[in-house]
Nanobody
């Protein structure tokens, strides 16, 4: 199983980004896929998860601003980031079980 994340970048506070996580090598439709983020010197923090049936969950810090979705036909999970804040700056990773992508950098700065 391999995950590759796309879509990070530099955005001003209040802006939006749409991250993608493309999966290969596994039965993607049965995976519960999560997004996590990490800043230098700290561990990876949970951001959002979507189950195989489409049930979603979010951390308190992103609820109401981020939206997770999936397209099983494209083996892809998306994370829409809205109303971004400087504290959202991090490397964002997708995950299932022990499998992690390489991450994509999101920087929120004016």
């Amino acid at each position: 199983v391999q995950f590759v994340e796309y879509g990070g970048g530099l955005v001003q506070p209040g802006g939006s980004l749409n991250l993608s996580c493309v999966c290969s090598g596994g039965a993607f439709s049965v995976f519960d896929v999560g997004w996590y983020r990490q800043v230098p010197g700290k561990g990876r923090d949970f951001v959002a998860r979507i189950t195989r049936t489409g049930t979603t969950s979010y951390s308190n810090s992103v609820t109401g601003r981020f939206h997770i979705s999936r397209d099983n036909n494209k083996n892809t999970v998306y994370l829409q980031l809205n109303d971004l804040k400087p504290e959202d700056t991090a490397v964002y990773y997708c995950n299932w079980a022990v499998h992690w992508g390489q991450g994509t950098q999101v920087t929120v700065s004016s």
